[in-house]
């Protein structure tokens, strides 16, 4: 009976330390969960969809276009916002009903293949021009998403991590779930391809 006890304690013990110096930190410092509220998402992501996001991947890693990220909301850093990164720091986005052409740092223009939206927002018109920290920032249900095109663009400092697991829904679960390959082509030097910045 001692040594069952003994046992026992070890055991206690080494849940505790492991806790204490493995989990703990993990969730601290490298990853979190987060919960989607909304649908700005859909259909990559869904209302109440349990996400896990890396916290640590941009440390050694710029954020990448294409990316799902979870960030600070800018005007009220209280509320974190999950969306994809279009546009990286020095670029120009250009949005001309509901096509996005990018116009890289080095003069390259580019219009993006974006499989995953399936609600386009064929009204929205607008050219950015991002700062040497600062990112584009899209919801994937254009129509219904307040995202860089109403509020500007995303500051470096203020995006937490990339999402890098869905837990929940069990159905949906997997690996980068938001990953996306872009297929992109030249644009041609043309009327068509220009964007009016708006008020």
Not at 115 to 133: I, Q
Not at 142 to 168: A, E, K, Q, T, Y
Not at 175 to 185: I, Q
């Amino acid at each position: 009976m001692k040594d069952t006890g003994k046992g026992l304690l070890k055991d206690l013990f080494t849940l505790a330390f492991l806790i204490i110096v493995v989990v703990i930190p993990v969730r601290l410092f490298i990853v979190s969960p987060f919960v989607v509220d909304g649908e700005s998402m859909y259909p990559t992501f869904e209302n109440l969809d349990y996400l896990i996001v890396d916290e640590f991947v941009y440390d050694l890693t710029a954020p990448a276009r294409g990316d799902v990220i979870v960030f600070r909301y800018p005007p009220d850093p209280s509320i974190f916002y999950i969306k994809r990164i279009i546009g990286l720091p020095g670029e120009t986005v250009s949005i001309n009903q509901g096509k996005v052409t990018i116009t890289t740092v080095t003069g390259e223009k580019l219009t993006l293949d974006e499989p995953y939206v399936v609600n386009k927002d064929a009204t929205y018109t607008k050219s950015v021009t991002l700062g040497p920290e600062e990112y584009f920032v899209m919801g994937d249900n254009r129509p219904n998403s307040s995202d860089s095109r109403f509020w500007g663009p995303v500051p470096r400092r203020d995006i937490i991590g990339r999402v890098d697991l869905r837990l929940l829904p069990v159905s949906r679960m997997g690996f980068l779930p938001g990953e996306a390959n872009y297929s992109s082509s030249p644009v041609q030097n043309n009327a068509n391809t220009t964007a009016v910045t708006t008020p």
